[in-house]
């Protein structure tokens, strides 16, 4: 007859439990490690990834949200989600602006920083901004219009003027080799007039300096 003292039940299922786990530690498991060595059947070797951007330096790198103007629709449409970075070449000092998708890291912006790119705020967001710029990331030069958004008022804000201050300074260095050129040539005419002092004056005709 079957034992009905609950302090007896308790006895009994703890030593089956007992017997049970002494039972699954003898039996060989699957993670038992048995001494044996398996060669790889596919042996993989380190491939070195180039991204482009070994030759430039970070300037900045935030997290955004970019969208790119359809002209056709008359709509903004969503590039990706990643990294913004400014990079500048080691050589030659150019600055250009490169954003990836962050899962992808598929190219959704590629293009140089130049000294008309000019940065506006998007009405209805402090955290967006727009501008115009001659794009690259699909392989062929376009025109386009892109917004970005950021996480917060502080990396806008931060962009935008990363953005004005290489533009600024690279308008600057741009006047200073127009007015370097028209120096230049205002002093090979001065010299051209001093040789011919003697022969039948000659009206030259100058062509106004560049503006741009």
């Known amino acids: 007859m079957a034992s009905t003292d609950p302090a007896g039940k308790v006895e009994e299922k703890a030593k089956e439990e007992e017997e049970e786990a002494s039972a699954a530690a003898a039996a060989p498991g699957e993670d038992e490690d048995t001494g044996a060595e398996v060669a790889p059947i596919v042996k993989l070797e380190e491939v070195a990834v180039t991204t482009g ?116 300074s690279l308008g600057k260095n741009v006047e200073s080799e127009d007015a370097s050129a028209t120096a230049g040539l205002l002093e090979n005419l001065t010299v051209s007039g001093s040789n011919t002092a003697e022969a039948e004056p000659k009206v030259e005709t100058a062509a106004p300096p560049p503006t741009s």
């Not at 293009?111 to 506006?120: D, I, N, R």
């Not at 892109?146 to 004005?164: L, Q, Y």
């Open 53 to 168: 951007e070994e030759e430039e330096d970070v300037l900045l790198d935030l997290k955004a949200k970019l969208y790119r103007f359809d002209k056709e629709g008359s709509q903004w449409k969503e590039r990706g989600a990643g990294n913004v970075k400014l990079l500048k070449h080691k050589e030659n000092g150019k600055v250009r602006l490169v954003m990836r998708q962050a899962k992808t890291l598929k190219i959704c912006a590629n293009h140089l920083v130049v000294s008309t790119t000019k940065m506006q705020e998007h009405a209805g967001s402090d955290k967006s901004c727009v501008w115009h710029a001659t794009d690259f990331a699909d392989g062929e030069l376009k025109e386009e219009m892109f917004a970005i958004r950021f996480g917060s008022v502080e990396n806008c804000k931060k962009f935008m003027e990363t953005v004005e201050e290489i533009a600024e």
